[in-house]
Each structure stands twice: as structure tokens, then as C-alpha cells.
């Protein structure tokens, strides 16, 4: 009986584990989206600026991508189907760099990734990133130029650059 209690036991906190890697995961992916649009923003693309369409030629799945048709391969800049594609109709979630862009907007002073975090958990409870996807959220902002970064001995703060700044 005691060994059954005992594998019980063991089985909940590999349950557990397991719930914890999918987040991670998820936050992952999340990342991953955002960082695709980043470098979305700052690349231009001769065809979609002349109104063409890209086809579906790929498919994100399970981490991974794979050809799905014989078009051509998708150009750089292009989103795979799937969350991130564009489609009339269908609403889309905001990215996590928008949301933290309008919660850095509302400040004057600069702050930590941490309370950006708190902040973002208060403000979007359906929203869970981990620490270190708001970090390196903030991160690909400031390398776009549009977050500034302060340190303060080994503290990090970040703040929106404003048309003065730029």
C-alpha cells in the first residue's frame, strides 16, 4: 500500500513537471512569435509592398516546420499559418512587446523587467510569461531602438524612447 501512495506521489510531481515545461513552452512559442514580428516590422518586402499576397507554403507545428505544399518557399519577413497569420475576420491576440510597450508608455520613470511583469499579470491575468521572456522581450525592443535600456550597477531598467530621444 505504501508503494502505491509512494508511485501516487511521484506520478503528481512528474504531473506537475510536466504542466510546468508545456508553459514554458507556450511562453516559448509566445517569445518566438514576437521575435518573428520584430523582425517582420523591420524588414521590408518589395511583393507585399506592391499588395501580394504570400502563399501558404509552410506550416508551424509542434515547434517545427514543414513544406506542406510545392509552392515556393516562403519568403523572409513572412508569417506561417497559424497564430500568427493574418486573417479577415478572426481577432488576434496583442504581442507580448505591445503590451509591455503600453505599460512602459505609462511611465515616466524607468523600470525593471520584474515590475514591467507584475504590472503585466495585473493588467492581463491570461497572460503568463516568465521572467525571462519579458526580458528578452525588452531586449528585442531595445535592439529595435524603440525601449531604452539603464543600468544601474548590476540593475536593469528600461524606458520608451521618446521623438526627443530618437
Not at 9 to 25: F, S
Not at 40 to 68: F, I
Not at 129 to 156: D, I, Y
Amino acid at each position: 500500500m505504501e508503494q502505491a501512495a509512494s508511485d501516487l506521489e511521484e506520478n503528481r510531481h512528474q504531473q506537475q513537471d510536466l504542466i510546468t515545461r508545456l508553459d514554458v513552452l507556450r511562453q516559448e512559442e509566445e517569445l518566438l512569435l514576437s521575435i518573428l514580428s520584430l523582425a517582420e516590422d523591420s524588414a521590408k518586402v518589395p511583393e507585399q509592398a506592391q499588395g501580394e499576397e504570400a502563399p501558404l507554403s509552410h506550416v508551424v507545428s509542434e515547434g517545427s516546420a514543414r513544406q506542406v505544399t510545392g509552392a515556393r518557399p516562403m519568403r523572409s519577413g513572412a508569417k506561417p499559418s497559424g497564430k500568427g497569420g493574418r486573417r479577415p475576420g478572426k481577432e488576434r491576440r496583442p504581442l507580448l512587446k505591445d503590451l509591455l510597450l503600453d505599460l512602459l508608455k505609462g511611465h515616466v520613470e524607468p523600470r525593471h523587467a520584474a515590475e514591467l511583469r507584475e504590472e503585466l499579470l495585473a493588467r492581463h491575468p491570461e497572460r503568463v510569461p516568465t521572467p525571462q521572456v519579458v526580458r528578452n522581450t525588452l531586449e528585442g525592443l531595445v535592439a529595435k531602438g524603440t525601449v531604452e535600456r539603464h543600468k544601474q550597477g548590476r540593475s536593469v531598467m528600461y524606458t520608451v524612447v521618446t521623438s526627443g530621444d530618437e
